[in-house]
């Protein structure tokens, strides 16, 4: 693997990361002085944005820059208007943006107030997942500290910029990790996710224009203002651009979160920085962006790590949360796990999920425990193509969906053989978790 | 107005409301769950899917009770994709749903009967048993839900939020355990619980005077007005077979009450179901003797006949008719006229129910006729040498014991039963609301209509004949009084 330069995770590892001390002495809150004090305007922040054609780091990938500019022109719409970061990060397999929160809680705070500037926000709102506990006391008292010296209030850095930061801790429901759902749970209400249009930059938060963005991306605004959009674009591959945090999980021998440019293969990341996959075993298959995208091969593993190629492969970077599964693995049991989350979490508004996710996970349970049908295979199939694509409010059911047709295409025969022979081949001794939440 | 083209004809559609509004307003059936056109569309029950082209894009598959109408889009509601949609739909909304349709109330008039006929597929996928829940839990006085057979459509939730303006129901927990809920299990409070009965698409919610009640392909429909109060909202009086009247359901009616009515009004029918109904009765040596019409109206003239200072008294209930009816009578009696007018009643809201019992209230006004209260048309009748009390419920709400102490005019009372006074020399049967034909007017001077949802009683005419026959009686044509 080639050598490249690090950012995201630079302080992370240094003792108190998670100071306002700390974060000066290294740098810090130099991209929001330059904002303000040079100064810029919010339109060249958004443009310095689009030339980094920085994409979205929370699954969708869609380019930030363009996002932002989609808030309205504040001279003909003069509501007031907000950020939400999305740090409801439940995604089965994603742990990226915790190591951020927790050890550099003062590159978010950074992050949301040009963020803020820029999309002319007068407030910002981090919704914090509730399990997250060590994050959300980090950033309370990071921004307690930020607030102290001056950074957030009336008056940002003695400017006549002003912005507020208020944190939200979820409940522990997946679907307040979906951007309109959030937002309904930010105003108080049930995490139902609303029908698009309209999109939260003309109706979102409170009924005002809102931009939603993912921790890391947040994260990353900061270094472009300062190093330029050119610098960040001259990084990765022709669609993906940056640095980003690649979670790996499973059965590799070092599983963690690490800072990584497009470009990197899959192998690379498994073999080279992961420590390979353990106990000596082969990769059968593997999540390359959270529970959510369409499972690869071990064959497949050569493919390098970024929106357009994994989109080649029938896949997507989702989180870029990889879940190594060695070939001892059973996938009637990884399907059954993955469904019954699903099952779990659908928020129970479009009959095709509530009543989908359930069926899934049903089916799974059955054929993991040998008690399949023969027609259970072609059920699923029909079952998913029926949640998918795009035929729901949100992107639930097409969550439960994708990974389901894949392991459909990919590992029919062994969901076969579960059936005909009336019991798994590859089950592990089985722990029931019925009731786990 | 928008134009769009809807399974190859084209239709001029409001912009401000969705596609399925359009479809529907031009007689296109969409099916719908969720959808309901007094509520917020919120689309989550996803069976409205029909497929859309606009422009030179490629059809697409959307529900169409959130897609805005746009100019030049094609809509295809019958396109195979679409039929398919739905069908997948169906079949996720039936994955749980107990198909009891033969204990279940809403059989007949159920949307997920109705549409499962028209789209589903006949036979079942599911290997696994079908969630079990609560199958009679009250809601309080008026509801019952059957969590099974939801399908968590919102209707009823989004019925208290955007119509009476009191949230009280919610949906509880998550994803397939979902369940419709009130908040800590507390009963329904308010006087419009019954809507939810009928806006609900299954049997999940039910009226509990209605359970086990009456199939409802039994029922006859008949359109009518409420008498409740003035608001006189449009409904439906539904008939068993047999006459038996079973119950009433808010009509569509933009001008008066939308989809809506109080439940006051749903249940106001008791009475209508009660047997003993007069026909006729005269005045005998040994006291009131049942009698047929004709015999009644003859002892009527001549208790009338030649009386000074007669009054005429006419019950709120009269429809126009009968009360121009009665104008003409006193006319030809040179008598003067009233109405009963009942005091207003506690039950005013802010949304439909007026507080005023008196559904013909404008229209009796209108028609010349002074309302007095029950106390005040009692001391009037005292100085007067004859009574003629005309309509529904009139001795009932001008007081039977006022009527009883009674001791200087001679009585004729015409209404559904006679009352024991010593004054009263006839009586003369009259139909109920809901068994003539006629017109009230509603206090913001909209008229709504009554039709004969069940013969009356054997013997009893319509009054507008009845009161014409005893004109004739007391004075014949020719001979002007």
Redesign the interface.
């Known amino acids: 693997m080639k050598t490249f330069e690090r950012y995201l995770l630079n302080r992370t590892t240094l003792a108190n990361s998670h100071t306002l001390a700390v974060y000066k002495a290294n740098g810090g809150y130099a991209g929001l002085e330059k904002v303000l004090k040079k100064p810029m305007t919010p339109a060249e922040v958004i443009a310095e944005m689009k030339a980094s054609n920085l994409r979205g780091r929370g699954g969708a990938g869609f380019p930030c820059g363009m996002k932002w500019s989609f808030m309205p022109d504040p001279t003909k719409d003069p509501r007031p208007r907000y950020l939400a970061v999305n740090a409801d990060e439940s995604e089965p397999g994603t742990c990226k943006d915790r190591v951020l929160m927790e050890k550099d809680p003062h590159g978010l705070i950074e992050g949301c107030l040009i963020a803020a500037y820029a999309i002319r926000a007068q407030a910002v709102y981090i919704y914090v997942r509730g399990e997250y506990r060590e994050s959300y006391d980090r950033l309370l008292a990071a921004i307690d500290e930020a607030r102290k010296a001056g950074l957030i209030g009336k008056r940002v850095m003695d400017t006549d910029f002003a912005c507020e930061i208020w944190m939200h801790k979820g409940a522990g429901?997946y679907?307040c990790g979906e951007e309109t759902g959030l937002m309904e749970s930010l105003e108080g209400k049930?995490g139902h996710p609303r029908?698009k249009p309209p999109f939260p930059a003309g109706f979102g938060l409170w009924g005002q224009p809102t931009t939603v963005n993912n921790v890391e991306t947040i994260f990353n605004v900061p270094f472009i203002v300062q190093k330029g959009g050119a610098w960040f674009a001259s990084i990765g591959t022709a669609n993906s651009k940056g640095n980003f945090l690649v979670g790996i999980s499973g059965h590799v021998n070092k599983p963690g979160v690490y800072e990584l440019p497009f470009g990197v293969t899959a192998r690379e990341i498994v073999d080279e920085v992961a420590g390979g996959i353990w106990k000596g075993r082969k990769c059968k298959a593997w999540f390359p962006g959270g529970s959510s995208c369409a499972l690869l091969l071990g064959a497949d593993l050569d493919v390098v790590l970024d929106h357009d190629s994994l989109k080649a492969k029938g896949s997507s970077l989702g989180t870029a949360a990889m879940v190594m599964m060695d070939d001892a693995t059973s996938m009637a049991r990884v399907m059954e796990i993955i469904a019954r989350f699903y099952?779990?979490?659908?928020?129970?508004?479009?009959?095709?999920?509530?009543?989908?996710?359930?069926?899934l996970a049903?089916i799974f349970h059955?054929i993991a425990t040998g008690h399949g049908?023969p027609?259970d295979v072609a059920?699923l199939e029909s079952l998913a193509?029926?949640m998918a694509p795009g035929?729901?409010?949100c992107a639930l059911s097409d969550a439960a969906a994708i990974p389901t047709l894949s392991a459909v295409r990919l590992f029919r025969a062994e969901l076969e053989e579960c059936i005909t022979k009336h019991k798994d081949p590859l089950a592990p001794s089985r722990v029931e978790y019925a009731g786990a939440h | 107005m928008t134009k769009i083209t809807v399974n190859g004809r084209a239709i001029d559609a409001d912009p401000k409301k969705p596609l399925i509004a359009a479809c529907h307003e031009h007689d296109v059936d969409v099916p719908m769950y969720c959808y309901h056109p007094g509520l917020t569309p919120v689309g989550s029950c996803r069976i409205c899917q029909v497929e859309v082209k606009q422009g030179d894009g490629p059809a697409r598959v959307v529900v169409a009770c959130r897609t805005p109408v746009a100019e030049g889009m094609v809509v295809n509601t019958d396109a195979p994709k679409a039929h398919d949609a739905r069908r997948e739909c169906l079949e996720f909304l039936l994955k749980n749903h107990p198909l009891d349709c033969p204990i279940c109330d809403k059989a007949g008039e159920c949307d997920l009967q109705d549409y499962s006929f028209d789209e589903g597929q006949t036979k079942g996928r599911t290997h696994e048993p079908r969630r079990k829940l609560e199958k009679r839990k009250s809601l309080g006085d008026v509801i019952v839900l059957d969590e099974e057979r939801c399908i968590l459509c919102s209707r009823c939730v989004r019925f208290f939020e955007d119509v009476t303006k009191k949230p009280q129901l919610t949906v509880a927990d998550l994803g397939s355990r979902s369940t419709i809920a009130t908040f800590q299990d507390r009963p329904l409070a308010g006087n419009y619980q019954g809507n939810i009965a009928d806006i609900c698409p299954v049997g999940a919610l039910t009226l509990k005077a209605f359970r086990f009640k009456a199939r409802v392909w039994n029922l006859s429909k008949h359109l009518s007005t409420c008498g409740e109060c003035s608001r006189g909202c449009s409904i439906t009086a539904e008939v068993l077979r047999g006459g038996e009247l079973k119950r009433f359901r808010p009509r569509f009616n933009p001008k008066v009450n939308q989809w809506w009515m109080c439940d006051t009004g749903r249940f106001s029918f008791a009475h209508a179901n009660a047997t003993g109904r007069l026909v006729g009765a005269v005045r005998t040596s040994e006291g009131l003797r049942a009698c047929d019409r004709e015999t009644a109206l003859g002892a009527a003239a001549n208790a009338l006949r030649g009386k000074a200072s007669v009054t005429v008294v006419v019950s709120p209930f009269a429809t126009n008719e009968e009360a121009a009816a009665a104008k003409t009578l006193a006319a030809r009696l040179g008598a003067k006229t009233c109405f009963v007018s009942p005091a207003p009643n506690s039950l005013k809201d802010d949304f439909l129910h007026t507080g005023d019992p008196c559904p013909n209230r404008r229209g009796l006004v209108e028609l010349g006729l002074q309302g007095l209260a029950a106390a005040d048309v009692a001391s009037a009748l005292a100085s007067a040498g004859a009574a003629v009390l005309i309509g529904e419920r009139v001795a009932e709400l001008i007081g039977a014991e006022r009527l009883a102490a009674l001791t200087g005019p001679r009585v004729v009372l015409f209404d559904t039963r006679a009352i024991e006074a010593p004054t009263l020399d006839s009586a003369i049967g009259v139909p109920l609301s809901i068994e003539k034909d006629g017109h009230w007017t509603n206090v913001d001077g909209h008229v709504g209509r009554l039709t004969i949802a069940r013969a009356a009683p054997n013997g009893v005419r319509a009054l507008v004949e009845t009161l014409a026959r005893l004109a004739e009686l007391v004075s014949p044509a020719g001979a002007k009084a």
């Open positions: 429901a679907i049930r029908p099952d779990h979490e659908s928020c129970g508004q479009c009959s095709q999920c509530r009543e989908g996710t359930q069926w049903q059955r049908v027609e059920t193509k029926g035929k729901t409010i």
